[in-house]
Each structure stands twice: as C-alpha cells, then as structure tokens.
C-alpha cells in the first residue's frame, strides 16, 4: 500500500512531463476566415504558423488544398525541404503561385473565376519533431452587375383597374445576387394586400452570375398621374455595398373627370370682326371613354373663321364619360367688336374760295371708345372728330383723310378721304420783279402760279408783243407752270400775267444782254513755241527756193512763155500788160525789163 502511493505522484509528474511536451509539439496556424476579390482579380491566401521550439533545424512540409464540399478535397500543392509541386490536371495548376517565409505561406490565384474559384482554401503544416496544424479560408468571388434597366407598360391604367402591372426592373450578370427596391417619389414601395404587389424573379447563368428582374403591380390613383417611379438595385462588392438606380418614369392614369372648361384660345385678348377664333374644351379628367361636344360640333375644339358681331353669345361644352357614368357642362361668353365705315360731312370734294372758312366732321360707330385724326400727305393736321381751317389759301388744297382707330384693338381701325379745293385769284410764286444778265440768244423764262380755276396766262414784252398764251401750260390742281422761249438780241423787258374770274397777278422779268467779247491775239508766243516757229519759217524758205528753181528751169527750155533756147520773145499780141523778168548769169544785181520786141527799157518805162 506504501510502494502504490509513493509511485502515484512519480507517475502524476511524468504523465504532465509528457503532456507539456505534447503542447508544445504542435504547430499552430492562423488564416482569415474569407478573402473577397472582384471576378478576374488575383486573389492572395495567406497561411501564418509558429511553433515554440521550431528553430529551422527540422525539416518542414507545406501543402494546400482546395475543398468544394465537406467529402470533396483535392491536394493543389506541395512542398518539403527539397522541393515544390504545382499538382497537374487541377483547375489551378496553370493560375497558382505559392511564397513561403520563415513564418507564413501566401498563396496567390491568378484570373480568379466564378464557377471553380468561390470554395474553401486549407493550408497544412508539418514540422519535424514539432508537430503539424491546419488552416481554412474561403474565398468569395464578386461581380458588379450591369446597369439596371425600367420599362413602364405602354397602354394606360384605370384607377377603376384591379391591382394591375405598372412597371419592371431589371438588373444583368451580378454577383452574389443583386437587391432591388422599387420606389414612388422617393418612397420604398413594400407589398401591401390589394394595393401593391412586388413580384421578383432570379435567373442564374451558366457562369454563376446572377440576373433578377422585378415587376411592380399597383392599383392606381389619380395621384398617380403626377408621381416619378424608379427602381434602386444594392450589391456588394469586396469590403463595401454599392448602389445603382435606374431613370424616372411616369406611367399614364385613366381616370374620370370632374370639372369643365371652355375657353378662346385664340386668339388673345379682344375679339373684332374678321377674327378666326378657335374654341378649346378641357376637363380635368384623363379617360378614354370621355368625348366633347362644343355647340353640336364633335371635339375638345372648334374653329370659326372672319366672324362677325352677329357670332356674339354663349357658347357651350359638354364633356360625357359613358364608361364612368359622367356628364358635365360649362359654357363661356364670347363678344365681337366692330367698327362701322367712317362718316365725313361734307363728302365727296368740296371746293371753298379764298381766304374763307372751312369746317368738317368724321365719325364711325363701334362696339368700343375710338380716337379720331386728321392726316394731310401723310402728316397729322388734326385730332378729334371736327376739322376746323378759319382761312383757307392755296397751301389748304388737298386730300384730307380720317382715320378712326379703336385703341383697346391693335390694327382695328377705318378711315375716309375729303378732297378740298380753294378757289381764288391767282397767285405768281416769283418774285414780283426778276432781273437776269445773260449772253445766249435764246432764254427759258419760268412762271409758278397757284390759282383755281386754272388762270389764262399770257406772255409778252413791253413793247406790246405777245410771246406765249396759257396753251403751254402743265400743273396738278391749283398749281400752274408756264414756261416760255425768248430770243435775246438786246436788253428786253418780259412780263408773265395770270388771270381767272377772280382776280390777277403777274410778275416781270428785265433781261440784261451782255455781248459776247472777241477773243484778243496772243501778244507773245510763248517760250517753248520759239523753235516750232523757226522750224515753220525754214521749211517755206526751202520749199519757196526749190519752186523758184523748178520755174527758172522750165523756162531755160522754154516749156513756159513760148521760149525755145535763146530766141527772144515773139510778140502775138501787143499788150503792154505782159512782161518777162530776166535774170543774167554774170550775178549782177541789175534787173533788166525787157518789152514785147525785146528791148532793153529804163526804170520808168517800168
């Protein structure tokens, strides 16, 4: 009994000896619990050991594996002290690179996929004489998805409609799945019995990512007329959850009117006679079983052309929605305005004498206040409905319009025309007496006369003549032009007289005749002439030589004269007129006059 308990506490300190021993054997290994990466990203596994008494002098074993299931696990590499091994024929062998230090092995998966990539990654290490431990990592592979798309339905939806289908969303390719979330004016929609209904459907592709596409079913109101529907789709991505939302839409809402109007569209403001005006009926309603009648006419609209003040009244629409069970009415007063042709007293043309009085009223009737002026070629005379002129003259002749304008109308206006004439004696624009210096023979006199009836014009001088009558007369109304041709051979004195039956002018024209002055010789050449007129005086000198010469040699022949050689000159017939001039070849100065029988005679026979 004493031997069995002196062992026990022995056998106590061993059985701890070797437990320690044990602990401190094993080899311990840390990894994350998941590692996430994009899709086509390299992904990096770490694997952390350490071992107490591991000092690098044992040898040391490394492998990874990769595990799809709790009964599937394949080896993808392996490593001792003399060499590494990249196993052949997994879905790695080509995409794996395997780092090792003193105290941790990364392992490092190029191109990372969907379909292979997205399991669990264990490391196992061994070392010698320490012991071996063991590690995991899952590696979750994620894809952002395409951009989510909206469609509303094309045809309209009645609020008296059932929960119907207004809209779907969907969102392409993502992974892990994508969320949607529908909303109405920035409000999550959420499924509520009777009233809105979301249904979502999950696709999954070949390639593992996923496509969810969401429809939205609502029963209308007609708030919704006016509301902004969209659709919000939430994914994650590595570390983070990310957001895409699609475009606003609005969907179209039947529903039944309430309320009527009928209005003048056009056109704006206060209606005239010619107008075209167009009619428009509306309700606050959007059905399409409503229809509008305006004044027995089909339609929201009617349009009557070049009215008239007659067409003034009520005018009436009814709006009738047979599938609703409503009818509605409304009406409107329309008025056309109008101004009559104006009314100028006296009419016509009127004829006023000289210097008098004159006095005229214009006036149109209209639905609205007229203003009223008198323009004269175009420039304004007057304002208001009476013309008043307390002395006419000839400058009063003329046309007068009246126009009637409505100012509340643009455009709406009428006017009239009065033709005035002034009668009178006449009235010679030209000074009353015209003086005129001139050297041509003939001159173009001018007479102006103002004067109705046309006046007689006469042309004349003082001395009784008369040049012209009023034949040769042009003008327009009450303004005359005579004109006249004069010759001038001295100082002459012209009048121009105008008469009619009441009264006449003339006006007188002295026209001084100033001789035309001969033009005097040039009393010196001028310098640069010298040698033209040397050259001139040379060539007749030589010309007058060579014609002398040329006669003297006709005559040595005889060819002139009846001469042959030397004979003498044979008388015909006496005449004491004819004489022969002979020069001697002994160059003296003596001349010799010879007569008819040849002899010589003295200087005073000459």
């Excluded at 005239?272 to 609209?301: H, M, R, W, Y």
């Excluded at 009244?313 to 009415?329: A, I, P, Q, W």
């Excluded at 009784?464 to 100082?491: D, L, P, R, W």
Aim: proline content about 4%.
């Amino acid at each position: 009994m004493a031997v069995r308990d002196a062992a026990s506490p022995l056998l106590l300190g061993l059985l701890c000896l070797l437990h320690t021993w044990g602990a401190r054997a094993a080899v311990e290994v840390n990894m994350e619990d998941k590692v996430e990466v994009l899709l086509g990203d390299p992904a990096q596994i770490t694997c952390m050991f350490k071992s107490d008494d591991f000092g690098g002098s044992g040898g040391m074993t490394i492998e990874w594996h990769y595990v799809k299931s709790s009964t599937d696990s394949q080896r993808i590499y392996s490593q001792d002290s003399l060499q590494s091994t990249v196993e052949k024929n997994t879905p790695y062998s080509d995409r794996i690179t395997v780092n090792t230090t003193a105290r941790e092995v990364v392992l490092t998966i190029r191109d990372v996929q969907l379909k292979d990539d997205e399991v669990a990654f264990n490391c196992f290490v061994k070392i010698i004489g320490e012991g071996s431990g063991e590690g995991g990592t899952k590696l979750k592979v994620f894809k952002t998805p395409e951009d989510p798309t909206i469609q509303g339905v094309e045809q309209g939806i009645s609020v008296s409609d059932e929960v119907t289908k207004v809209a779907s969303c969907e969102v392409k390719n993502g992974h892990p799945k994508p969320k949607i979330t529908w909303y109405r004016d920035k409000m999550p929609l959420h499924n509520i019995p009777d009233v809105v209904k979301l249904d979502h459907s999950v696709t999954t592709q070949s390639s593992g990512l996923y496509s969810v596409n969401s429809d939205l079913n609502m029963k209308v109101e007609k708030k919704d007329k006016d509301a902004v529907f969209y659709c919000e789709v939430t994914f994650l991505v590595p570390g983070a959850e990310k957001m895409l939302e699609t475009k606003r839409i609005n969907i179209t809402v039947f529903y039944p009117p309430t309320t009527v109007n009928l209005w003048v569209e056009s056109p704006k403001g206060k209606i005239k006679e010619g107008d075209t005006v167009e009619f428009l009926c509306a309700s606050d309603g959007n059905s399409e079983s409503q229809f509008f009648i305006i004044e027995n006419n089909e339609g929201p609209s009617l349009k009557m052309e070049n009215v008239t003040r007659h067409n003034s009244g009520v005018f009436h629409c009814t709006v009738e929605d047979y599938e609703n069970y409503v009818r509605l009415s409304t009406n409107t007063t329309v008025l056309v305005n109008y101004l009559d042709e104006v009314v100028i007293k006296p009419t016509g043309s009127v004829s006023v004498d000289w210097k008098k009085e004159f006095s005229a009223t214009c006036n149109a009737l209209s639905s609205l206040s007229t203003t009223t002026t008198w323009f004269k070629n175009g420039k304004e005379v007057e304002k208001g409905h009476h013309l008043n002129i307390k002395a006419v003259t000839y400058d009063t002749a003329g046309t007068y319009v009246c126009v009637v304008t409505v100012p509340e109308i643009q455009a709406m206006q009428a006017n009239a025309s009065l033709q005035l004439t002034v009668q009178g004696p006449p009235e010679i624009i030209e000074k009353q007496l015209n003086e005129k210096e001139t050297n041509e023979r003939e001159l173009e006199l001018t007479c102006h006369v103002r004067s109705y009836p046309t006046p007689n014009i006469i042309w004349g001088t003082t001395n009784g003549k008369i040049i012209s009558s009023s034949n040769h007369m042009t003008g327009v109304g009450a303004k005359s032009v005579a004109k006249v041709q004069v010759n001038i051979t001295s100082n002459t004195t012209v009048f121009c007289n105008a008469s009619n039956e009441f009264g006449k002018d003339s006006v007188t024209y002295v026209i001084r005749f100033i001789k035309a002055e001969t033009p005097k010789p040039q009393e010196k050449i001028q310098k640069g002439s010298y040698g033209v007129v040397i050259a001139v005086i040379i060539i007749c000198i030589l010309l007058l030589a060579i014609l002398g010469s040329v006669l003297y040699f006709l005559y040595k022949k005889g060819k002139i004269c009846n001469r042959s050689g030397k004979k003498d000159f044979t008388k015909e017939k006496s005449s004491k007129d004819k004489i022969v001039v002979e020069m001697k070849s002994d160059n003296t100065e003596e001349a010799i006059l010879l007569g008819i029988n040849g002899e010589k005679q003295l200087p005073n026979d000459q």
